[in-house]
Structures are given as C-alpha cells and as structure tokens.
C-alpha cells in the first residue's frame, strides 16, 4: 500500500458498502505493478483484484509481462490492456528518431518543405554503432559544441553523458575498468548520439523538462488526448555548461536528483504545470505562451503520426505516454523522448494526488464501465486532442476571431476543474446515486 495518504485524494464517487454489494457489473482486474495505480484500481467502485492465473477484464501490465504473453494471449471484445503491441517504436530513442525522420522525409517529399519544417523539433541525433560514420562527419562539422550519449533502451537517467571530442567515446568503447565480457556487450548495446542543447531555458538558474501525459486509445483512427497536469522536473545545481560532468546540472530524471546531496524530499524538485504556465505567461505575455504550448500540442500530434503505420492496432489496447520537452532560451519546445512507462511513484503527497487524478481519468476514458456516448470532447482532466484529425473548442468566438480561426482543444496546465465535469458528464455506477 502506498505511504502517501489516499484521504486527500478521493475518487470522482463516495459510494457506501452497501451500495458496493448491489447487482453492478463487475470489472476484473490484473495489476502487475506496486505503485499509484494499484492504489487506483482497488479503490474504484465495482473492480475486484484478480491474482496470478485469473481471467481478467483489464489489465494493467509492464511491457515485460506483455512481450512475454501478447502474443499468447486471446482477448474477447471488452478486454483492455495498457500497451500497444509494438509501442517501443516510440518510445526507444533510436526507434522514435527513425520514425521522425521518415516521416519529416516523406512530408517533405508529399507536401513540400514548410510542411516538413514542422517535424524539426528534435536535436540531431544518431543511432550508434549503426550510424558512427554519419555522426562523426556531424560532429566535425561543428567542433566544441556538446553531444550527450544515451542507452537506447534505459530509463531514469541510466548511462547518460556528456562529451564534447571523440576520443570520450572512443574510451567509452575501450573503458578500461570494463571486464571483457563487459566489453562485448557494450559494443552490442545500442546507443543514440544526440546534439546537446547548450541554451535551456532556465528558472532560478536551474535547467528544467516537462512531463506531459497523452493518452492514445486507436491509432486506426488516430484518437489522441492531452491531460491538463504535468510538472516541471528541476536540477538541483544551477546550469553551467563549464563542467558537463555533474549529472544533478544536466539530467533533471527524479531518479537521479533524489540522490543529490542538497535534495529536500519534502521540496522535491517539481513544478505543476499549472504554476510553470502562469510563471511563464507573468514574464513572456499569454500570447507567447499560447504559441508555445500550441507548438507543443504540433509535437505531440506529428510524433504519434511517424509512427501510426507501424504501430500495430488493436482494439484491445491504449496506451498513456510520458513525454519528455525540452524548452530552449527562445521558448522552443524540443522533443526529447518519449515512455511507454511513465512513474507513478509518486515524490510527493501533491505529486499522489496528481497521479491518481491523472490515473483515474484514464480510467474514465477507457471506459470499462461504458458510461461515456463516445462523443466526447472532455472526460474529466483529459481534452480530445486529435480524433482522425483536429478537435477545436466549442467555444469558439467567431464575431472575435474571424470565421476562420478555430482554437485547439488543448488545456495543458489550464485549471483542472475535472470532479465538476465528471459529475456533469458521467452517470453514477450501478446502484449509486448521483452525488
């Protein structure tokens, strides 16, 4: 059981015992990790737990339980599961930049070069060993500049780092305190090269990213929502690009900062995106913030399209991804991976009751419970982003506008007033009254 407390945090329902016991439908579940969902899951009204071998309804697994049993697997109509079969073509870095990279290529072949300058929102980057020979010819175009080197295929900040001349990688390859066997394997594993951005914006001093949540439930349609929360991850050391050795300066992964000296759990080293939006708007004027966050909400639609042909649909399956951003001193917004597990460990209690917010609605949008007509725009913090094309507010001013201005349907850390919509939109569980 989490740590943190769930009285803080209530579902969208209060419902009785007794009214738990009446004839509602039952949703089985399976859970195969130890954190916020977990929470989640066993707190929602008519979903019981099931263990090890038991039929379920849903299933909430990680992506090593689904490569071993997808395939095994024969699901009925109703049955969801929280991955895509193949989702790691977006979210392992090489993957992801190959995607991208066709597609921006295929743009520009089909609709022209504008088109395509739309998809230039990711650092320049190279799968290695695959591609040494391309980077080097890159690298030497621009001598001095910083590259960062990441495993392809880990997470929280693991074997990343800096450099600036080749022979840094060169003794990457040849690391002395390696054993052989573990020379061997370094060689295989896969790495990206990628262009360091040298002028992050800073807050404080401090580099900071931004987590933001899509949740994907078809790519044939493509049907796409953005959630309103998110936060700012921050360093803990103020940003120099003098010592490209300190990780707590340049890798903003909780998992890492956690284990700085100057930490402060209680502090954590989060923003709400909510707080991050209205400090932004406060120095740089709401205008320039709307460009911003609509040239986010571009690479969030564009990257899911790189990969929607490869993407084997199903039914069955959604998936909620982690996207990592990256704000440059010009409010650019870079693309720097993306997750196909998210943490929900949360850091704290605010961080639990965001990510059972966050958990919740994915739930609601999934919709197990099938209390939703299919045409909505809103389901609690989640907006309809991309449903086979744009969705545009219906609140739209056209006397204001002009008739040919049409606003996205995106509200990212706008306010999250989610437990008034859920009692407007959704109808009580079986056998509960409406609150």
């Not at 990279?101 to 739309?118: F, I, M, P, T, W």
């Not at 404080?204 to 929502?225: E, H, M």
């Not at 700085?260 to 709401?286: I, V």
Request: with cysteine; proline share 3%.
């Amino acid at each position: 059981m989490s740590k943190y407390k769930t009285s803080g945090y209530k579902g969208s329902y209060d419902y009785s015992k007794s009214e738990e016991r009446e004839g509602r439908s039952l949703v089985r579940f399976k859970c195969g990790l130890l954190n916020t969902i977990q929470d989640v899951l066993r707190q929602r009204p008519g979903w019981v737990e099931v263990k090890d071998e038991g039929e379920w309804d849903f299933n909430w697994c990680d992506v090593g339980w689904l490569r071993e049993n997808f395939d095994h697997s024969y699901m009925e109509e109703h049955v969801r599961i929280n991955h895509f079969r193949n989702h790691y073509e977006l979210t392992r870095k090489n993957l992801m930049v190959k995607n991208l990279k066709r597609y921006r290529k295929n743009q520009e072949r089909d609709v022209g070069r504008l088109e395509a300058s739309k998809c230039d929102f990711f650092p320049c980057t190279f799968a290695l060993p695959s591609e040494y020979h391309l980077f080097v010819e890159e690298f030497k175009r621009s001598p001095g500049s910083t590259w960062i080197m990441k495993p392809v295929a880990k997470s929280q900040g693991k074997g990343i780092f800096l450099f600036r001349k080749l022979k840094d990688i060169m003794d990457w390859k040849k690391d002395g305190t390696r054993s052989e066997e573990q020379k061997d394997a370094a060689q295989v594993e896969s790495y990206v090269a990628q262009r360091y951005i040298e002028n992050p914006y800073l807050i404080n001093g401090r580099k900071f990213d931004l987590r933001v949540y899509v949740l994907v439930t078809s790519y044939v349609p493509l049907k796409a929502w953005l959630y309103r929360d998110g936060f700012g991850r921050f360093s803990s050391t103020r940003f120099s690009l003098s010592s490209i050795d300190d990780k707590y300066m340049h890798l903003t992964n909780v998992a890492v900062q956690k284990t700085a000296p100057e930490y402060d759990p209680e502090k954590g080293c989060k923003w709400q995106m909510q707080q991050l939006r209205r400090y932004l708007t406060a120095k740089h004027g709401r205008e320039t913030v709307e460009t911003l966050f609509t040239e986010m909400d571009n690479i969030f639609v564009r990257s899911l399209q790189s990969v929607q042909k490869v993407i084997i649909n199903d039914k069955h399956c959604f998936e909620l991804y982690g996207y990592d951003i990256l704000l440059d001193q010009n409010l650019k917004p870079w693309l720097i991976e993306v997750n196909a597990s998210p943490s929900y460990t949360p850091s704290s209690q605010e961080d639990y009751e965001m990510k059972c917010r966050l958990l919740e609605d994915t739930l609601n949008v999934v919709d197990m419970e099938g209390r939703l007509t299919g045409k909505e725009k809103r389901v609690g913090g989640y907006d309809l982003m991309w449903n086979d094309g744009p969705v545009y507010r219906e609140d739209v001013n056209v006397e204001t506008f002009g008739s040919s201005y049409f606003t996205a349907n995106t509200h990212l850390g706008c306010v999250n007033d989610r437990e008034k919509q859920l009692r407007q939109l959704l109808k009580p569980f079986p056998g509960q009254k409406r609150m």
